[in-house]
């Protein structure tokens, strides 16, 4: 009997080990670690794990733009809590590659945190949903040239 396409989800595709910040956290030292592992942004979670916003570096641009780039105590004052963005879409663990996909193509975000019971678990990229449309496809093209293989469990 052929098995049925299975469909990833947020929790097949996620990466669980993330660059995170906290709010208190200068916003220097966020950009400096952004750059550090070449990363566009990053969850902002308070000591309990839950998610209360994302840093990206479009919002550290804003800085420049502001009053603090040109404060002399900017260094020591300026958090990520006053540049990062909050009520952004969350997905959870079992949304499927479709539906991530949707949001995407809909949203201009380039990651999507992923939320289980309010806590931070993951995050999904546009190229995390890459990696699963290739996964995807190469089971895909086995079950068509072979399809009468089990694969074993």
Not at 17 to 43: D, E, R, Y
Not at 45 to 62: P, Y
Not at 105 to 132: A, T
Request: aromatic content about 6%; proline content about 5%.
């Amino acid at each position: 009997m052929r098995e049925p396409n299975q469909i990833l989800t947020a929790r097949d595709l996620m990466t669980s080990n993330l660059l995170t910040f906290h709010p208190h956290q200068t916003i220097w030292t966020a950009m400096q670690a952004l750059l550090k592992h070449g990363v566009s942004g990053g969850p902002v979670i308070d000591d309990d794990q839950m998610l209360i916003g994302v840093l990206s570096e479009l919002d550290c641009l804003k800085m420049l733009a502001s009053e603090d780039f040109y404060s002399e105590e900017q260094e020591e004052s300026t958090h990520v809590a006053q540049y990062m963005s909050v009520g952004g879409r969350t997905i959870a663990p079992e949304l499927g590659i479709y539906g991530i996909s949707h949001y995407f193509v809909i949203e201009s975000v380039r990651r999507l945190p992923v939320v289980e019971k309010g806590r931070l678990i993951g995050q999904v990229s546009r190229r995390d949903v890459l990696r699963g449309m290739e996964e995807m496809n190469r089971k895909r093209l086995v079950r068509r040239r072979y399809p009468d293989y089990v694969q074993p469990a």
